[in-house]
Nanobody
């Protein structure tokens, strides 16, 4: 089982940027890697996902154009660059892995999850 560990969360002002990282240990990264988030009192929401080659990438509607997902398979890491952050982006962000294609927006398609990292967007 691949262990996923997120990092890079924190407090940022509206309009600011953060870069989240997800490190995999134990095995290589899954074929599909995704980011999800859960705001207080809300259900978990799809943020972004990327396939092994990086040629197939999806974004959630609320982050499209502001967030960028990338991966470094040699280092077993996935990244989420978040720009122009909004207060509604306050949430726990989770890294997740899916062992086979295709890329999916559905959290139930992912079989491996990290513990999450808190992102707070506030002035």
């Amino acid at each position: 089982q691949v262990q996923l560990v997120e990092s890079g969360g924190g407090l940022v002002q509206p309009g600011g940027s953060l870069r989240l990282s997800c490190a995999a240990s134990g095995r290589t990264l899954s074929y599909v890697m995704g980011w999800f988030r859960r705001a207080p009192g809300e259900e978990r929401e799809f943020v972004s996902a990327i396939d092994w080659s990086g040629s197939d990438i999806y974004y959630g509607h609320s982050v499209n154009g502001r967030f960028t997902i990338s991966r470094d398979n040699a280092k077993n890491m996935v990244f989420l660059q978040m720009n122009s952050l909004k207060p509604e982006g306050t949430a726990v962000y989770y890294c997740a892995g899916r062992s086979e294609p295709p890329v999916s927006r559905n959290e139930n398609a992912y079989d491996n999850w990290g513990q999450g990292t808190q992102v707070t967007v506030s002035s």
